[in-house]
């Protein structure tokens, strides 16, 4: 059990359910006073709790009624955990139909768990240290909030000093979500997980890996000024978390309206709304419902600006499920809006992949009209083109009223495009009452605002520093050759230099163009050549992709021609053909027609596949790849063009250690960067959207950062023997700290190479590498698996300038309980280092062994910490610790065995005989040879019972825990341990006979 008077506790735990308790109205109990409501602990569902709420909040409910309810949300019909927490969700934030009888005939009733409507209709509860029984193990939770004795929120608090705490609370959580060894059955109705350390505190749900925990940043509808405010000072970023997360309004609202469970490439994943769509979609649920605005509603419209990759299509989804659930905007029609197919079906099928009900894409203009002089209540999808008819601009008339209604909203996607400014007004004829609201990825033109003013803003910085997005660097490359930013006589004269100045005269006028200086065969095959160098380098050995962007359908031709050279069938030209029915163009097309395929491919498929795409327009814009990691740039941009053809590489990709994206630009765009930004409004800077990809300054960075890394090491050790690297690094805390530097090194290094300067450090990275491999081995430490230790790329570079070493290995992962274990640990050279390794090594062991054993592995943990603290206090040296500690190894090989045939037992009833001499040893009527007969008969009264699958089966447990508690009352147990005993011995049942 944790020390409750630690700074764990203390600074963390304690004053989170203060907070919770004292500014936000939650009941707080201990788990201990909770112990009565629960039949065991092996129950997670506060069931006298649920069933006063559930009577509550659906008056007449019947006691039938309540249990058909509570026995349906504690069995989800499921086969894994996030189809028992899908269904469990839907019931939560839904309802439940039961049978119920009325005037004596059977009628079907809908029951809510969850009064969402009025927040202080529910019980909020938090606890503390809350003990839940799995299948292997019994877990302690550090926080648990129930609503209406639901378990809804699990927090894992770490102490604030801890540098790696919040990677461990997420390893903790995810080790409580396994089947086997964790209590999976709390986590069914889990909707947030939260990872605390007072400084630091992130959330995620079910299954969220580690590097999609984020942190809440806004506490909206109140300001920080208010929150600090209303606590007395200033707020650390956990109170913040709870204040804009788990506030009784907000904790429901998240819940009932911001959670989806999306199905892409046959996986279900769960996702919670980041802070950003969270507050934006409530600020327009705001301004559309104010009973105190006094404007039409048709003029309460505006725009949400959330840069590209930040979750648009969701916050809009979220938003038209919110609008959809005002009880009085009475079933309002919702009509999402896209200039583009592509774009229609991908935000159908978003909408479709996370279960929103029934929407329905108009299929042309006739389907539209029709839908949209129907019903109220329906949710259209369809492109903003079919606002015009071509019959209607041959007649010259007007686009046709389709509906006065003022319960319409029209979403509209990527709202900064000219087509909009086309179509707006046939959209605003045809729907004169209803209210628009534009969503863009980039920012709108102060010049056209036609849906009104900002009424939320993400920009791109906030976007990277939340980890949303990456970072977008910039490289120019062979400038010599970059079509703007240069004067055109110049390229002329060289491409055409053997003609006579007069004859270049009369040619430049009736010829040239940019475009067709671009096209010269000869600057094509040379920036071809390079983008194939330049990718090999970079990005191909760690299995990212690149897109070439090009100025016209002959130039993506001409471009794919001369990569394939060097990247053959892995090459893909994406265009759109000609009227020209013989010409090379429509060949290509056809070629690569099966274009959602080869998006697919791209997306998904390794580099040996498809390393790259060749486009001109599409897929510029509206394209989601993450990895995707370089755009080579060839063709003219401005504007919202220039600004989202960019976006393209800053999809983060963390499975990949994708930090950064790169664009390489061989037309000289990034100067007209300011020139686009100047446009739209005061909020962007270039260095918002760009930084160039400077060298010098990364090779500083490098510099210091190796200097940080090998701070943490005594000056002159040498590289010929690793023992006392490995020795420099036996505090845990320092381990933490090198893994951060190791990893900060490894950044620096990678963003700067290929250049020849970052191959300098690239011995010393190798050195550390293998420093860092040694170090897990020796400590038994877990590796971070999210993340690798370093790129393919990397690697590779190490193999060709790295010369190998002539250093033994210093251990292989050997288990301590292997037979040759101690040879090696014989290869280590000091006293010390021997003593350290057997310490570490019989510390993991028993911490994983204990619940097979308990009472056996309890006491040899009792001799180890014996042996540390005698060492510590230097009254045993190192030679004699090791000697103490290999003694304790011996018996955790061999010594259960021989306990047991010691005292004439089997391995399996002696684990129990253990757990009875705990308990009961002392009774002064039990003795050894008792305990031993009550030991061998418990166990072979649960190895009859022990079914197929008996952990999974309630009816059984609970026969074999009658049939135990029998035993123990036969063999004059005392009542007062009967269940407690039960309690232990079913734990080490589903261990030992699971």
């Known amino acids: 059990m944790k020390i409750r008077q630690g700074p764990e506790f203390k600074d963390v735990q304690k004053p989170a359910y203060e907070l919770l308790r004292d500014q936000f109205g939650y009941v707080y109990q201990s788990a201990k006073s909770l112990e009565a409501e629960r039949s065991n602990i092996s129950d997670v569902i506060l069931t006298k709790r649920l069933t006063e709420s559930l009577k509550a909040i659906n008056p007449g409910l019947s006691d039938n009624g309540v249990r058909q309810a509570i026995d349906v949300l504690r069995q989800p019909l499921a086969k894994s955990l996030i189809e028992a927490n899908e269904v469990s969700h839907n019931l939560i934030s839904r309802w439940v139909t039961v049978d119920e009888f009325e005037n004596g005939k059977p009628v079907g009733r809908s029951v809510r768990f969850i009064d969402f409507d009025n927040p202080e209709n529910n019980e909020f509860l938090v606890t503390d240290e809350f003990v839940v029984k799995g299948p292997k193990h019994t877990r302690r939770m550090d926080l648990v909030i129930f609503v209406n004795g639901i378990p809804i929120v699990i927090a894992e608090c770490k102490q604030p000093g801890d540098s790696h705490g919040i990677t461990k609370a997420v390893h903790d959580l995810q080790a409580y979500q396994d089947v086997e060894n964790g209590v999976v059955r709390l986590f069914h109705t889990a909707f947030l997980l939260l990872a605390l350390k007072k400084h630091d505190a992130q959330y995620g749900t079910v299954n969220t890996p580690l590097n999609r925990y984020a942190q809440w940043k806004t ?75 006094k404007e039409p509603r048709n003029e309460r419209g505006g725009i949400v600006w959330h840069t590209q990759g930040s979750g648009k299509s969701l916050t809009m989804l979220w938003l ?86 003022d319960n319409i909203f029209v979403l509209i996607d990527e709202a900064h495009r000219s087509e909009y400014g086309r179509f707006h007004a046939h959209m605003r004829r045809s729907l004169p009452n209803a209210c628009l609201f534009g969503f863009t990825g980039t920012p709108i033109p102060r010049t056209t605002m036609v849906f009104g003013s900002y009424i939320h803003k993400y920009t791109m910085p906030k976007s990277v520093e939340d980890g949303a997005t990456v970072p977008i660097l910039y490289e120019a490359r062979m400038p010599e050759l970059a079509i703007w ?73 001409a471009y794919y021609h001369e990569l394939s050279k060097y990247f053959p ?154 023992e006392p690297w490995i020795l420099a690094l036996d505090k845990e805390d320092i381990r933490a700290i090198f893994l951060a530097r190791y990893r900060e090194f490894y950044k620096a290094l990678e963003q700067l190479l290929p250049d020849d300067r970052a191959l300098t450090f690239l011995g010393d990275f190798a050195w550390l590498r293998r420093v860092r491999k040694e170090m897990l081995n020796f400590y038994q430490d ?42 090696e640990v014989d290869k280590l050279h000091s006293s010390r280092a021997k003593a350290s390794r057997m310490e570490h090594a019989v510390k993991r062991t028993i911490t994983i062994k204990m619940h097979e054993d308990p009472a056996f592995y309890e006491s040899l943990q009792d001799r180890l910490e014996g042996i540390i603290e005698d060492w510590k206090a230097k009254r045993i040296d190192d030679v004699a610790e090791f000697q103490l500690l290999s003694s304790l190894r011996d018996d ?103």
């Open 782 to 823: 877990e590796e971070d698996t999210e993340l690798p230790d370093c790129s393919a790329k990397v690697r590779e570079l190490i193999n060709q300038h790295v010369r190998a070493e002539d250093v033994t290995v210093l251990l292989e992962p050997v288990d301590v309980l292997d037979a040759n274990f101690g040879q």
């Open 892 to 994: 955790l090989v061999s010594g259960q065995q021989q306990s047991a045939e010691s005292v004439g037992l089997e391995p399996g009833p002696y684990a129990i005989y253990g757990l009875l001499n705990q308990h009961l040893g002392e009774e002064p009527d039990n003795n050894d040879e008792k305990l031993k007969d009550l030991a061998t008969v418990v166990f072979e009264t649960l190895e009859s019972e022990a079914v197929i699958d008996w952990t999974t089966k309630d009816d059984v447990q609970r026969e074999m825990k009658r049939k135990v508690k029998r035993q123990l009352r036969l063999a004059d147990c005392p009542a007062d341990k009967i269940d407690e005993l039960t309690t232990v011995v079913m734990d080490l049942a589903r261990v030992r006979l699971g």
């Open 569 to 722: 069938e892995r090459v893909a030209v994406l265009i759109s053909g000609t009227q020209d029915k013989g010409s090379e163009l429509n060949d290509l097309k056809d070629k690569f027609a099966d274009e959602e395929t080869i998006i697919d491919s791209f997306k998904k498929d390794g580099v040996d596949r498809l390393a790259m795409i060749i486009v001109v327009d599409k897929y510029l814009t509206g394209f989601d790849a993450p990895v995707e990691r370089v755009l080579y740039l060839d063709k003219p941009l401005k504007e919202h063009n220039l600004l989202q053809a960019i976006a393209r590489v800053n999809r983060p990709m963390p499975e990949k250690d994708k930090t950064w994206g790169l664009i390489v630009d061989y037309w000289g765009v990034a100067g007209f960067l300011d020139n686009a930004l100047e446009v739209f409004s005061e909020d962007l800077q270039v260095s918002d959207a760009l930084c160039k990809r400077d060298n010098d300054s990364a090779y500083e960075t490098l510099k210091q950062r190796k200097t940080d890394v090998f701070a943490l090491f005594k000056d002159g050790l040498t590289r010929d023997e690793i």
């Open 485 to 557: 930013g240069k004067k055109i006589d110049p390229i002329f004269d060289a491409q055409f230099s053997e003609l006579t100045p007069d004859q270049r005269e009369r040619l430049k006028k009736q010829e040239v163009t940019e475009r067709k200086l671009s096209m010269a065969a000869d600057r094509i095959s040379k920036i071809a050549y390079d983008i194939a160098d330049h990718y090999r380098s970079n990005f191909e050995p760690d299995g990212f992709k690149a897109q070439v962007a090009t100025c016209s359908q002959e130039a993506a031709a």
């Open 320 to 405: 038209c499920l919110k609008l959809r659930r005002q009880k009085h905007l009475d079933n309002p029609t919702l009509l999402i809006v896209t200039d583009r197919r592509d774009l229609d079906r991908q935000i159908t099928e978003t909408f479709l992949n996370c279960g929103f009900d029934n929407p329905i894409r108009a299929s042309r203009v006739a389907h539209l009209r029709k839908l949209l002089t129907g019903p109220q209540g329906q949710t259209v999808m369809t492109t903003v083109q079919k606002f015009r008819d071509e019959v209607d601009i041959q007649k010259g008339s007007q686009h046709p009223v389709l509906s006065k209604s």
């Open 219 to 293: 506490i909206y509808p109140l300001s920080k000024v208010e929150l600090e405010k209303q606590l007395g000072y200033k707020p650390t970023k956990q109170d913040q978390l709870i204040a804009g997360m788990l506030s009784k309004d907000n904790l429901l609202d998240l819940l009932r309206n911001f959670v989806v469970f999306d199905r892409q490439g046959g996986k279900v994943i769960k996702k919670v709304a980041r802070y950003q769509q969270f507050e934006a979609v409530n600020r327009v649920i705001d301004r559309v419902t104010n009973p105190n605005s």
